[in-house]
Structure formats: structure tokens, C-alpha cells
């Protein structure tokens, strides 16, 4: 009797579905509210791409006079930080509905920019804070730092935006102190040793991307691991050439990661000209650093193409990758250069 009960509300059910379905009205109103939708997701993906524009850097100043050293570069990582976060559309990296996990470009871009926070904030952490390597290192800032490198893909127990915004809030703290005369212990120096320890980090990040941007042509390469060094060893041989290619769909998260980690570092190192100016200019080398933000600079022209070209490198089509790695490899070049004119006595 029971089983009987059940087949029939399983064909009554049926029936009022197909009913329903049958409906032109219902199915027509459907096809509306699917094509809204539709459109919705597209025209916020294709908002949300849009990379942020260059904020001017706001500096403290205390009853008109010069900010206090640090300011610069701590607000610079506070406001790039904030903007990635508060950007439209918030932070991607970790979305799981539409527009967002359908977008790659963008996320791409925040991975860029949140390694330049990374490496900032580990800086101000280990070098920029410290007086010497026997000194104790920051309250504020050994709590930033971790909560920058927590997992970007996080999207709830905890949000990677939640622990970046303690990580935003700890470093205003930090920022506080730093003209409190009531605490001396909250210090920012500005030294020319201190300077060459970030920028030796800038240097090999960007030169990581200058040889992932290249590889994008697929051109054998000379293994250059053990080059000038007899004694050296590695842990497992490899080939004396290589064939390096970026996968085809890699290509332009690459170019957007690149593009993103250039916007941030034109920030940090307009912060670093403000805070060791005086540095710069004993060693005559603003014009230098100037240079570096002149060449990142051009990494952040406009895309006129709807996709990232991968063209042959002197094919028909256009190469964005080695355009870009172009602007980065100049910018890499000269960051060696300042290290090593800061280096000099």
C-alpha cells in the first residue's frame, strides 16, 4: 500500500513538472532571468578587471614640518595593501561564485602585488625596524608580517582578507609609535645597508619574472647554475641546455602577476625616495632610483588588445610578454646598479 502511495506522488510530481515546463511563459521568463544574469556576470567580471590607478601617496606631517622617517614607506604599504582588498570587486584571489572564480587575470595581479607586500613587510620586519642583528625586532611588525603570508585562496575560518586587515591594522600601529616621543622603541632606519638588503629581494623577484616573461616563446637556454664556480655542486645534475616554455594558458597570468608586482613597487620605492633621501643623495643616487619608477612606470600602459598576444618574437603578431619582460629586465638591471653605487663609501 505504501509502495503504492509513493509511485503515485512519483508520476503526480513528474506530471506537474513537465506542466511547468511545458509552459511557454514560465520557460520565456526563465530565458529572461538566464540571459540577465548572464550579462550581470559579465559586465561586473569585465569591471572588476580593471587594474587601480596609481594613489598619491599621502606622508604625515607634524605642524607642516618634514614627516617623520618611515612614515613614507609604512603608508605605502598600508594604502597598497588597502587597495588590494578594497579595490572594486574586493579581493578575488579567493572567490567561489561568479564573476570571480571565473576570472584569472585579476587574481593574477593580486598575487603580484601581495608578494611585493610580502617582501616589504618582511623587510620592515627584519631590516628597516632594527638597529643591528642583535636587536629585537618590532612588536607590531611581528605580528604584520604573518598575517600577510597566510594563504591568498582562503575564503572563510579565517578569510585571507580578514587576517591581511590585522595585518593593515597592525602595521597603523606601528605607524603611531613611530612619531610618539613617549616610544622609542618603535624605529625606522633609514640606511643605505638596509636599503640594499630589500632592494636585493626586488632584484630577485624581478628577475624571476623577466625569465618566466620570456619564456614565453619557448627558446632553448644554456644552463647557467654552476657558472663561475669550480667547487660548486647541485643535487641532482641536469641537462647543459634546456628548453623552457610558459604554458599556452599560463601566459597571461604571468603578464598580469608582472604587471601587478611593477604598480606596487613604483609605490614602495616613490615611499623609499621620500625616507632615504638623505642616503640617496649622499650617494647621488636619486637620479638612479628615479630611473627604476620610470621603467616600472611603463609596464602599466594601457592593453589596447582584448588578450594577451604571444606572438613569435619577430612575427606578425605582437609579444606582450616580451614587452613586458623588457621594461622589467631594464628595471632589474638598474636596481643592480643602485645596490651596488649604495655599497660603495
Known amino acids: 500500500m505504501l ?18 515546463l511545458g509552459n511557454r511563459n514560465v520557460a520565456r521568463l526563465a530565458g529572461i532571468v538566464g540571459l540577465v544574469y548572464v550579462l550581470l556576470v559579465t559586465g561586473f567580471g569585465m569591471y572588476w578587471s ?15 614640518s618634514r614627516a617623520v622617517v618611515g612614515t613614507a614607506t609604512t603608508s605605502a604599504l598600508i594604502d597598497v595593501a588597502e587597495i588590494l582588498l578594497d579595490k572594486p570587486g ?11 572564480v571565473l576570472m584569472d587575470n585579476m587574481p593574477a595581479w593580486e598575487y603580484g602585488v601581495l608578494m611585493q607586500v610580502r617582501d616589504l613587510s618582511r623587510a620592515m620586519r627584519e631590516s628597516y625596524s632594527r638597529s643591528q642583528s642583535q636587536s629585537q625586532e618590532d612588536p607590531d611588525l611581528a605580528k604584520a608580517e604573518p598575517r600577510f603570508n597566510f594563504s591568498s585562496n582562503s575564503w572563510a575560518v579565517p578569510a585571507s582578507e580578514s587576517e591581511y586587515r590585522q595585518g593593515i591594522r597592525y602595521l ?17 632606519y633609514a640606511r643605505a645597508d638596509n636599503l640594499r638588503y630589500w632592494l636585493a629581494v626586488v632584484e630577485s ?48 597570468n604571468v603578464f598580469f602577476e608582472s604587471r601587478g608586482s ?3 613597487l613604483i609605490h614602495f620605492l616613490k615611499a623609499a625616495e621620500h625616507d632615504f633621501a638623505d642616503v640617496l643623495e649622499n650617494k647621488n643616487a636619486t637620479v638612479s632610483l628615479r630611473q627604476i619608477i620610470r621603467e616600472l612606470e611603463g609596464t602599466q600602459q594601457l592593453l ?42
Open 205 to 252: 623577484r624581478l628577475g624571476s619574472l623577466s625569465q618566466r616573461l620570456s619564456a614565453s616563446v619557448g627558446r632553448p637556454r644554456v644552463n647557467t647554475d654552476l657558472a663561475n664556480d669550480p667547487s660548486a655542486r647541485q643535487s641532482t645534475p641536469s641537462a647543459s641546455e634546456q628548453r623552457v616554455k610558459t604554458p599556452w594558458l599560463q601566459i597571461d
Open 3 to 20: 509502495k503504492q502511495r509513493l509511485s503515485d506522488g512519483y508520476f503526480a510530481a513528474k506530471e506537474a513538472l513537465q506542466d511547468w
Open 304 to 345: 589596447f588588445s582584448p588578450m594577451v598576444l604571444n606572438g613569435s618574437g619577430f612575427g606578425l603578431l605582437a609579444n606582450h610578454s616580451l614587452v613586458m619582460a623588457s621594461y622589467i629586465s631594464r628595471a632589474n638591471a638598474a636596481i643592480i646598479d643602485l645596490r651596488d653605487l649604495l655599497a660603495q663609501g
Open 50 to 64: 580593471l587594474t587601480p590607478d596609481h594613489p598619491s601617496l599621502q606622508y604625515d606631517r607634524d605642524n607642516g
Open 172 to 188: 597603523k600601529a606601528y605607524r603611531s609609535r613611530l612619531s610618539d616621543v613617549d616610544q622609542p622603541q618603535a624605529q625606522f
Open 262 to 264: 611593477a604598480w606596487a
Open 90 to 100: 574586493g579581493f578575488l584571489s579567493n572567490d567561489i561564485t561568479p564573476p570571480g
